[in-house]
């Protein structure tokens, strides 16, 4: 069997015998094309299955019979095909092009060609309608790319999140039994094991810590690329503000000044802007060396449909260089010693912006603090910038 698409340069010609086959024959094979005639139906079909790039027929070819055959194997065409037929007629009187369609049933590709037809026209008629058919194809080879595409992401999702279950549950049940019996060997067994003994045992209990930790962390990024709560509209001023008071006592403690801006409200899930947000302030109440924390979080409208939303510190800073480097799930600037942390939070706040079709970046030098420079699509609805 012929590759539909491959035999595009193939067309079937069907008409009684006569001059107009074997001159649109000579037209077509000079013009690169290759051509079967058919005298009737009964002969035309099964070409059709072998693959065709279009259909040439005349009107006197068109029997009710031969409706009937034809549009019973247009019908059996592939969805993205949409063979062209083209009809070559006498003058039309009135209504008979719309005849001719409606009896081939609507939703074909049908074009109707008057006697006398110039070579050039029927050949110009022939490549057009062709190529219209193999855009259909190249738009269906994108779709089924782009559906593969889909399912491998929805794949790797799902292995994510199998991963998120076997982390939370597998992973951390030994880990308990580490750190119970570890507990249970330095209360009861401590004074014999001596001081090497304890030393050993405490080592061991705070590596176990620092895992419970790490995979606390890996499951709230593994969590942040899939869907967290509903999607909805979103007010960034107030979620801003429910994080600064969750944050309330390391404000007091730092006797951080906070400047809340215009921001605005979009098409987001909220408990992940929650999370965003609440990394990045805590990030600029962490980072802020020995001047007391300023920090300012605004937007600076949301032109074309996106919004600009900053939040920026006078802490430390870092090494421009390094502005990449940071979104790396683990990757820090600051020892553990000076600053706590493991350095998911800023790996976390890039896949919940680009999880909403935005972008996350950072400028910085050090000394003179760090803005982090968010930008999100508004989304369907009112732009409503929130004043402070
Ligand atoms: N506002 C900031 N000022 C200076 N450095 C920053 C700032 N925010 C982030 N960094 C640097 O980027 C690194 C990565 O940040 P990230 O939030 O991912 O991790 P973390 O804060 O160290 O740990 P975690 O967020 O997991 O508690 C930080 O360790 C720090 O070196
Ligand atoms: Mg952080």
Redesign the pocket.
């Known amino acids: 069997m012929f590759d539909n698409i491959k035999s595009s340069e193939r067309v079937l010609i069907m008409a009684p015998l006569g001059r107009d086959a074997a001159l649109a024959c000579d037209i077509l094979s000079s013009n690169g094309f290759s051509c079967h005639v058919s005298t009737d139906i009964k002969d035309l079909v099964p070409e059709v299955h072998r693959g065709a790039g279009a259909i040439l027929i005349t009107e006197e070819a068109l029997t009710p019979e031969a409706v009937d055959a034809l549009n019973g194997v247009l019908d059996q065409q592939p969805d993205w095909s949409d063979l062209p037929v083209l009809v070559l007629c006498g003058k039309p009187e009135r209504n008979k092009k719309q005849n001719i369609i409606n009896a081939l049933g609507p939703g074909k590709h049908i074009s109707i060609l008057e006697r006398p037809t110039s070579a050039s026209s029927l050949v110009a008629v022939l490549h057009s309608a062709i190529k219209s058919r193999q855009r259909q194809y190249q738009v269906r080879t994108l779709l089924g790319k782009l559906r593969s595409t889909a399912a491998r992401l929805e794949e790797s999702n799902k292995a994510l999140q199998d991963f998120a279950h076997i982390a939370s549950h597998d992973l951390q049940e030994p880990l308990r039994k580490i750190e119970t019996f570890g507990n249970m060997l330095t209360a009861r067994y401590g004074p014999v094991l001596g001081e090497q003994g304890r030393d050993y045992a405490s080592r061991m209990q705070n590596a176990a810590s620092r895992m419970r930790v790490l995979i606390k ?1 890996l499951l709230d990024y593994a969590r942040a690329s899939t869907k967290g709560g509903t999607e909805g509209r979103v007010n960034l001023k107030k979620v801003v503000h429910d994080v600064l008071s969750d944050l309330e006592v390391r404000i007091a403690q730092t006797n951080a000044r906070i400047e809340i801006g215009d921001l605005p409200e979009i098409n987001a899930d909220g408990v992940q802007m929650s999370q965003l947000f609440q ?2 302030i ?3 109440l ?2 802020h060396g020995d001047t007391q924390p300023n920090i300012a979080i605004f937007s600076q409208g949301c032109p074309n449909g996106s919004c600009e939303i900053r ?1 920026r ?1 006078n ?4 090494n421009q260089e ?1 502005s990449e480097q ?2 790396t ?6 020892g553990k010693s000076q ?11 890039r896949k919940i912006v680009e999880r909403h079709g935005g972008t996350i970046r ?1 400028e ?1 030098s050090p000394g003179n ?2 803005t ?1 420079i968010i930008n999100l699509p508004v989304g369907e609805g009112e732009e409503l910038l929130q004043h402070g």
């Open positions: 962390d990394n990045l805590s990030n600029a962490k980072f939040v510190d802490g430390i800073g870092f390094y940071i979104f799930p683990f990757q820090r600037l600051h600053y706590e942390g493991t350095g998911i939070g800023l790996a976390i706040c950072a910085s603090g760090a982090f």
